[in-house]
């Protein structure tokens, strides 16, 4: 059966051929398709962990608390692996003054090694070095007037710490909202206490040494040890503190699924259109195995055979070019973008080299539509030949 299928096949190049090369070119696209949507999802969530910790600590019940009291808390001795790295930041509300004018802003004191994870921000100026330093939204400076240099006042009155604390702007930020702009001020996490609570915190960030991006079960014991020596504080991994985010992860493969599934689908009515051809221009011959003796599942399983070989061929042709493409694509690679997508791609904080992933999960979905494809496609032209009739059939004529 298998050879009768090939000669079969063989006897129509033009046709097996294309039909080989579109399988090849789906399952192609479908490849770098999901190296690249890979390679991007990764890095807007390394961005997110980046920013989040590991794990992070707050005092419990934090979403719905409002006033700094509530939510600040001293800093507690952690026992933490060796190599992991502990940061503090204490975040406030402050109205911001400049000469006559003044603005209400979100005030978050942070530690050095923060200041350089928004150095990608910078759009002119540079990072505080000293006390009194302050790093101001672009839309900020703009509604209070002030430029590099000049300096402004953060008035926090009815907290725990001074009330008022004067800074010198040396850097201004290009964020991603204008919103989130026009009310960022970032300051050193001493100026920060100073100013609204000495001593404390609004939360505190863990990072792990050597943990993917995906494993999980090394936070989820960390978490397990430090939460019973933490009362009134809750820790949690940075998924649970971005619960939008974690939202996501399920759907990414339903989405990848779908998205194959279009590339598949196209590819399954072109494979139907050249069995059906086939059916057409061999149902005389279809009649005369059926009246050699050949039953209507031989005559069934002989279309199905057709079917699997063209697409069989077809997705191995199309899967040495993916992953050929792949190996590149996981060196790095910079998405082509317009220049003015990429300013607003650079502004999210996200990099421009990318690094392509493929699961075998991903293969494994792929030769899975691949197959599904190669047996429905096939399925009712296979039916309408084991249903001719011998005598009607070999009197067919085209």
Do not use: C
């Amino acid at each position: 059966m298998f050879r009768l299928a090939w000669r079969n096949l063989l006897r129509t190049p033009g046709r097996s051929l294309t039909t080989l090369g579109v399988v090849a070119l789906v399952v192609f696209l479908s490849l770098l398709f999901l190296s690249v949507y890979a390679g991007a999802f990764d890095a807007f969530l390394r961005l997110i962990l980046e920013r989040t910790g590991h794990l992070v600590v707050r005092v419990e019940g934090y979403r719905e608390k409002e006033d700094l009291e509530g939510l600040a808390f001293t800093p507690p001795p952690l026992d933490l692996p060796p190599g992991a790295t502990l940061e503090g930041a204490l975040e406030g509300a402050a109205l911001l003054i400049a000469g006559e004018r003044s603005r209400a802003v979100s005030l978050t004191g942070l530690e050095p090694e923060a200041f350089r994870r928004e150095k990608r921000a910078l759009s002119a100026g540079r990072l505080p070095e000293a006390p009194g330093e302050a790093l101001l939204g672009e839309a900020l400076a703009r509604a209070l007037r002030v430029g590099l240099g000049d300096e402004v006042v953060a008035y926090a009155p009815g907290g725990l710490g001074l009330g008022v604390y004067p800074f010198r702007v040396v850097g201004l930020l290009d964020l991603p909202e204008t919103q989130l702009e026009a009310r960022t001020l970032l300051v050193p996490l001493e100026d920060a206490q100073l100013l609204l609570a000495p001593g404390r915190v609004t939360l505190l960030r863990v990072w792990l040494p050597g943990v993917g991006l995906y494993e999980m079960a090394p936070l989820e014991a960390l978490k397990g040890e430090l939460s019973p020596r933490l009362p009134g504080l809750s820790v949690e991994t940075w998924l649970e503190a971005n619960p939008l985010y974690a939202a996501l992860l399920p759907l990414y493969d339903v989405v990848m699924g779908v998205y194959v599934g279009i590339f598949f689908a196209l590819a399954g009515l072109i494979l139907l259109n050249a069995l059906y051809l086939s059916l057409v221009e061999r149902i005389r011959e279809f009649g005369l195995l059926a009246a050699l003796g050949l039953t209507g599942r031989r005559v069934m399983a002989l279309v199905l055979w057709e079917s699997l070989l063209l697409v069989g061929v077809g997705a191995g042709v199309g899967l040495l070019l993916g992953l050929g493409v792949h190996l590149t694509l996981a060196d790095g690679f910079r998405l082509p973008l317009p220049q003015a997508l990429l300013e607003q791609y650079r502004e999210f904080g996200l990099p421009e080299v990318l690094y392509g992933r493929l699961s075998p999960k991903d293969l494994l979905l792929t030769l899975g539509y691949a197959v599904g494809v190669a047996v429905l496609a096939a399925l009712w032209p296979a039916y309408l030949a084991s249903r001719l009739e011998p005598v009607e059939a070999m009197r067919y004529v085209p």
